[in-house]
Every structure is written in structure tokens, then in C-alpha cells.
């Protein structure tokens, strides 16, 4: 771990300056990181920026400098409503994914070793500025021989290695601030950084970025208003996606271009679609922001960047079905139930109290109908409380509540009196009157009565083994400590420190009582016995110093 370390010495280094500049430098000390900066810079006062005194924002500015990795970390905690409090989930939301854009002739180096030097023949012409520019990949406008046009996505050259490099970086101090206590007992660095960790490297595999399209595009075949870009596989690959262009409107750039638009039947389809991404297929888009949406011929939206996907289980679907329900009858046990079932409370979670704020929550809203909520301020208020009794919910949930936001974002940006609710109230409607029809009762019911004989067929098989075990004095319980290595490095060097200041001691006072009885042979009257024995002391004792200072333990 410490090559590791050491041998991304100069990146350790800029992180802890970056710190130190932003009013973090009191983090040093907690991640071991106060010996990569230079000595001089260790006792400099840290930056009093009244711009910089919110923790929320100096963490914010930190991210931003530390470049592309970790504000896409920061974007991911921006969802994570269980560990951070309000004031950094706002803060970290502002975090943008902007990089400078590259030449085209370093994009044109990864175009030819996924396609070859003769990539040109599948091309009449490809333009060399580019289109939209992103810290994994940057697009690019071009025509197929066929006369189609066409968008190139095209992964950045060398992105993978920086990105690893990061990911050392960034699970070395998880692990760090999980040893040590620096987060409270309910935040796991280490999980969060693994979540993060399969994110980005799913986004770097652009092979499951198309099979996300393909998918998508499947789930709406059936329904001509929602457009998918198709993909052109013959020319693709994990680092080049070939896709037809999508021609119309953004709607980022809806109010610029006028309002010519069916906005009623595209507010309500667009959330309609949401519904069913989540209710019904259990895929969604989970960045559906005005960017990544196109309005075409009027009344139709074509999705883009298919990157973030969130899958929900069957029972995920159901319990959202329940939850749904609940909150319309502000039914506050079933709430509860539902978020302790989908969810991991901790041991200590003051149940009655989470009781009596869910009824509170709901209190405020009591005599507005439920279809006339504001979506967003419930959403905030929902996720203040989440964070107070520190329930954490599976990464899908986060990303599902994100996508929820984003999409009554588009539906105001598309007609101001929009509301997702009644939207998504009328359809939850359809949805379970079509799950009570009979046939479909048939089948939830055969399911469940599998899953009980799957469960039931293997208990007394296991209970039968466990009491044999007791019976036959067999019964053994294996402990196992973890992350306890640390610790013990730790008082490996702490012994050998204590070791070498002892002998340096013993060599002192040896050498002392030398020089005392003048015992030859001498050097200038120093008996040379005495003196070696000072000379031997000083080394060791340099190099403790030494030592510790280069440790920043002083």
C-alpha cells in the first residue's frame, strides 16, 4: 500500500495542497497526508477567503480543482441524502462535468485503433470541431457514406489510466478515514467509493452504454412519440459509439427558440414515460437533465447519453407501487415499514421519533391535495429526514429520487403549471388496476408461492444440521477482525522507533562512561571507542528525526 502510495507521490502532493488552499488543511493529520507537502507549506496558515468559509462550499472547490474524478465522485454524493446534510447535497449539485475541449487529431488517434487507418472509407466527411466535449468522451458530427448523419462519441486517449490512478488514490483514503473515525460510524468511505468505482467504470465500457440504448429503445418500441437513437454496432466498440444524429430542439434551448410546441401532450408523455421506466420496466434514465432530451417534429422526445441507467427489482417496483400509495392516504406506519424493509437502519434508530416526523412531514401538507404538491420541496424535506435518522437506501433509490427531480425540472421547463404527481397519480392508478385483474393476480401469486417452497424446502435441513452440531458438541463461532492491519503497522513502526531510541540511549550513556576512564587508544586525547560510540549514536539519531519528520507526526 505505501508503494502505492509513493508512487503516485505528485498527485498525493497537489491533493494535499489543493486542501490546504480551499481551508481543509485540518485533513491533513486524519489521511496521513501532511508529509507530501514540502516542509515549509506544513506550518503556512490556511486560506481565510470569506467565499471559502462554508465547509459545504470550500468541499465543493475542492472537488472542482482535483479535476474530472472526483467532481464526478462529488456528483454521486449529491444523491447520497443518508450521510451528507442538506447544505452539501445543494452545494455538490453545482459541481459541472466541464474539461477543455482536445485537438481533433488526438480524437482521430483513438477513431483509428478502434476502426484502422482506413477508417475514412466508412465516412464521406467527419468534422473536426467538436460537438459536445466531457471528461470521458468528446462528440463529433459526421456523414456515413450512406448520406447518414451521424454523431461520434469518442472516448478520451489515456482517460482509463488517469481514472485508475484516482480510483488508487481515492480507495487509500477511504480506507484511511474509515480506520480512523473520520466519518461518523454510520458513513462507509470504503462501499462508497466501490459504488463510485463501478459507476465510472461502467461509464468508460462503452459496449454497455449501447446495450443501455438498444434496451431502452426496446422498452418504447410500441410507442412512436419517444425516440432512441439508433446505433451503428458494425462501427462501435468499448471506446467509439456510432449514432444516428437526433435532429430538433434541446430543451435547454427551448426558450431561446420559441414555444411551437405541444406542451401539455409532451409534459405529460415525458412524465408518463418516467412512470413506466420505473413502475412497469425497471430501467430508467437517471440523468434525464433539459440536455440530454431533444423535442422533435413537436410533439416527440428523443433521449441521448444512456451512460447512468438505474434497474429496480421486481420488489423494488412493488414496494414503490406500496410507497406510492401510502403517501397519497398518508399512511405513516406503512411508510415506515416500506423505508426500514428497502432500507439499512441502524441499531439504534429511534423508531417513534422517526414515526412522529413522518407525520409531521405529512401534517404540512394535509389539507393540499396531494396532486397540487410541489414535488421537489417534498423530495428535499423527505431526504432532510432520511439524513437526521441516518436510513440508508440502496444506490438505486438515490438515483431514482434524482431522476424524479430532473424530470419535474424538464416538465416546468416545457409548461410552468407542470406536476409530476398528478401525473404520476393517474398513472400508479392504471397500474394497479391492471395488477388486480385476474391473470395477473394468477401469476403474483404463483411467484410467491415458489419463492415460500424455495425458502420452506431448505429450513429443516438446516435446523436438523444445527442441532446435530449442538448435540455433538460440534458447534463452533469463528471470529474474524477486520481492518486491523493498520493498527498493527502502526505499532510495528511505533516498536521499532522505540527499539532504535533505546539503543541510541544505551549508546550515549556507553560511550559517556568511556570517555571518563580514558581508555585507548585515543584520537586528541577521545578515547576512539567513546567516539565511534557517538558517531554510531548520531546516524541513528539523524535518521529518526529525519524519519519522523517525513512522517508529518511532530
Known amino acids: 500500500m505505501e508503494f502505492k502510495r509513493y508512487r503516485h507521490f505528485q498527485r498525493y502532493r497537489e491533493i494535499a495542497q489543493i486542501l490546504v488552499t480551499n481551508g481543509l488543511g485540518f485533513v491533513l493529520d486524519r489521511l496521513d497526508l ?34 474530472p474524478t472526483y467532481i464526478k465522485m462529488g456528483q454521486l454524493m449529491s444523491t447520497r441524502a ?13 459541481l459541472q462535468d466541464e474539461v477543455p475541449p482536445l485537438s481533433f487529431v488526438k480524437i482521430e488517434e483513438v477513431i483509428k ?60 483514503l477511504a480506507r484511511m478515514a474509515e480506520e480512523r473515525g473520520v466519518f461518523p460510524g454510520f458513513v462507509k468511505p470504503t462501499q462508497l467509493v466501490q459504488e463510485f468505482e463501478d459507476h465510472i467504470r461502467d461509464e468508460l465500457n462503452f459496449e454497455l452504454e449501447i446495450n443501455n ?93 444512456f451512460g447512468l441507467m438505474g434497474r429496480l427489482t421486481e420488489d423494488d417496483r412493488n414496494h414503490l407501487t406500496v410507497l406510492f400509495v401510502a403517501l397519497l392516504h ?91 404527481v398528478k401525473v404520476g397519480n393517474e398513472f400508479l392508478s392504471d397500474l394497479i388496476r391492471s395488477r388486480i385483474k385476474p391473470e395477473n393476480i394468477i401469476d403474483i401469486t404463483v411467484n410467491k408461492l415458489w419463492n415460500l417452497r424455495k425458502v420452506s424446502k431448505n429450513v429443516p435441513d438446516k435446523l436438523v444440521t444445527l442441532l446435530n452440531k449442538v448435540t455433538n458438541d460440534e458447534l463452533a463461532i469463528n ?17 521499532n522507533r522505540l527499539s532504535i531510541s533505546l539503543i541510541i540511549a544505551a549508546l550515549i550513556i556507553g560511550s559517556s562512561m568511556i570517555l571518563q576512564i580514558d581508555k585507548e587508544p585515543l584520537i586528541l586525547n577521545i578515547p576512539v571507542l567513546g567516539l565511534i560510540g557517538y558517531i554510531i549514536a548520531g546516524i541513528f539519531g539523524f535518521w529518526l528525526v529525519f524519519n519522523i519528520f517525513r512522517s508529518g507526526k511532530f
Open 330 to 420: 398518508k399512511k405513516v406506519d406503512i411508510i415506515i415499514d416500506i423505508m426500514v424493509e428497502i432500507g439499512v437502519a441502524h441499531d439504534n434508530i429511534d423508531m417513534e421519533r422517526l414515526k412522529l416526523d413522518i407525520g409531521d412531514l405529512l401534517d404540512r401538507y394535509y389539507d393540499i391535495n396531494f396532486v397540487e404538491i410541489d414535488f421537489m420541496v417534498l423530495l428535499d424535506e423527505f431526504m432532510k429526514l432520511i439524513y437526521r435518522h441516518h436510513i440508508r437506501l440502496p444506490e438505486q433509490f438515490y438515483l431514482l429520487a434524482r431522476a424524479f427531480a430532473v424530470s419535474e425540472g424538464v416538465g416546468l421547463l416545457i409548461k410552468p403549471s407542470f406536476k409530476i
Open 479 to 495: 471470529f474474524r477482525h477486520q481492518n486491523l492491519e493498520n493498527l498493527i503497522d502502526k505499532l510495528d513502526i511505533f516498536s
Open 213 to 305: 440504448i438498444e434496451k431502452f429503445g426496446n422498452n418504447f418500441r410500441d410507442n412512436s412519440n419517444i425516440i432512441v437513437p439508433e446505433v451503428y454496432n458494425n462501427l462501435s466498440s468499448r471506446r467509439l459509439i456510432v449514432m444516428e444524429e437526433i435532429k430538433g430542439i434541446k430543451l435547454n434551448e427551448l426558450t431561446e427558440k420559441g414555444q411551437d410546441v405541444d406542451v401539455d401532450f409532451l409534459a405529460e408523455m415525458g412524465a408518463k414515460a418516467l412512470m413506466k421506466q420505473i413502475l412497469i420496466d425497471g430501467f430508467f434514465h437517471a440523468d434525464p437533465h433539459p440536455g440530454n432530451i431533444y423535442i422533435v417534429d413537436k410533439n416527440k422526445l428523443a433521449f441521448i447519453d
Open 113 to 172: 485503433k478502434e476502426l484502422g487507418d482506413n477508417y475514412k472509407e466508412y465516412f464521406e466527411k467527419i468534422d473536426s470541431n467538436h460537438r459536445a466535449v466531457a471528461s470521458i468522451a468528446q462528440t463529433h458530427h459526421a456523414v456515413l457514406k450512406s448520406g447518414q448523419d451521424v454523431i461520434l462519441k469518442v472516448q478520451r486517449p489515456h482517460i482509463k489510466q488517469k481514472i485508475s490512478t484516482d480510483m488508487e488514490i481515492l480507495k487509500n
Open 82 to 94: 443518508d450521510i451528507l446534510p442538506p447544505n452539501y447535497i445543494r452545494e455538490l449539485r453545482k
Open 34 to 67: 501532511a508529509k507530501y507537502l514540502p516542509f515549509k507549506e506544513r506550518f503556512s496558515s490556511e486560506d481565510a477567503d470569506p467565499e471559502k468559509r462554508n465547509m459545504a462550499v470550500r468541499l465543493r472547490l475542492v472537488l472542482e480543482e482535483l479535476g
